[in-house]
Nanobody, 124 residues
């Protein structure tokens, strides 16, 4: 059974940093691309970043490019999202998700397992 558990969210002031973690279980967890999405009330889930199984490819939304970094440690079955220079508009629930293949895409429908989400709040 595949489970994804996020942690690391919280309340921070604008300009500060947070690092989110996502531990994913499953016998072949390291073979899949992984992604981070975020969602605010009344809006659709938004792609943030994704990483291929080998970490050779990373993808970012334009809104976070240059500020956020996605990485993974396959020995620990963990994916990270380092978020720097946070802005109030980054406030959202952040979700970790497992892609259906080793090379991820940006479409939420291409991901088959999701975590429960972790709240990130950035105050101005």
């Amino acid at each position: 059974q595949v489970q994804l558990v996020e942690s690391g969210g919280g309340l921070v002031q604008a300009g500060n940093s947070l690092r989110l973690s996502c531990v994913h279980s499953g016998r072949t967890a390291s073979r899949y691309g992984m992604g981070w999405f975020r969602q605010t009330p009344g809006k659709e889930r938004e792609f943030v970043a994704a990483i291929s199984w080998s970490s050779s490819r990373t993808y970012y939304a334009d809104s976070v490019k240059g500020r956020f970094t996605i990485s993974r440690d396959n020995d620990k079955n963990t994916v990270y999202l380092q978020m720097n220079s946070l802005k109030p508009e980054d406030t959202a629930v952040y979700y970790c998700a497992r892609h259906r293949s080793s090379i991820p895409t940006t479409a939420p429908n291409d991901y088959d397992y999701w975590g429960q989400g972790t709240q990130v709040t950035v105050s101005s």
